[in-house]
């Protein structure tokens, strides 16, 4: 089955300076990669997505890239703000039969530092 | 009102007893999922549904059992609760689409075995 990699499992940045997540896949198959945001005593929502057809993702202040080759996928935050601090999931995904459901990482926990 | 809603959302028991979580949606989504999520851990996938007569195994299912009672319900089982399953339990759902898709969760149910 799949399985996902994420680091750092926490991580700490100064308000306003960029953040960086990443993520390793090992099912080449996997062609969905969603990533979501935990908010303390909330249930994970999903702030962006990339299919494999694609190699980078922008909204607004956050973006998503995908190298399939090395089977690895990011998350980047720019300028950071006290409302990013939550706990963030990468996933992985094959859609086209047999299991369903994501493949999530660990998850890392972001602290925005005033 | 959520669109999944979990009941209860908290609940503390004794080893041995028997519990059941409820999930109810108004989504319309024909799939719906139970993760369970451990700190270290992140989300790990329980049982998921495709549509009412339809029941999979996740990644880890042993001492859990499901029921999909109608399109909009689905309930979590510990037949005899033992303390390791003293977690975080999410429901989710999701549509049937092409590649991926995104799953909206509910806000979880804490629940601790002593």
């Known amino acids: 089955g799949e399985n996902v990699e994420q680091h750092p499992s926490t991580l700490s940045v100064q308000e306003g300076d960029s953040a960086v997540i990443k993520c390793t896949y090992s099912d080449s198959a996997s062609n969905y990669f969603p990533w979501y945001k935990q908010e303390l005593g909330k249930g994970p929502q999903l702030i962006i997505d990339i299919r494999s057809n694609v190699g980078e993702k922008k909204d607004q202040r956050i973006a998503v890239t995908l190298n399939k080759t090395a089977k690895h996928f990011s998350l980047h935050i720019t300028e950071t703000q006290p409302e990013d601090s939550a706990v963030y999931f990468c996933a992985a995904s094959y859609s086209g039969g047999g299991a369903d459901g994501l493949t999530f990482g660990k998850g890392t926990h972001l602290i925005i530092q005033p | 009102d959520a669109d999944v809603t979990q009941t209860p959302r908290n609940r503390i028991t004794k080893t041995g007893k028997r519990i059941m979580l409820e999930c109810s949606q108004t989504?319309?989504?024909?799939?719906m999922y139970w993760y369970r999520q451990d700190p270290g851990l992140g989300l790990r996938l329980i049982y998921y549904?495709?549509?009412?007569?339809?029941?999979n195994k996740g990644e880890i299912s042993d001492g859990y059992s499901v029921s999909r009672q109608a399109q909009a319900k689905f309930s979590l089982s510990l037949e005899s609760a033992i303390p390791n399953q003293t977690a975080l339990y999410f429901c989710a759902t999701g549509s049937l689409s092409g590649i991926g898709g995104e799953l909206f969760f509910g806000e979880g149910s804490r629940l601790t075995v002593l």
């Open positions: 549904s495709f549509d009412v007569k339809d029941i």
């Open positions: 989504k319309g989504h024909d799939r």
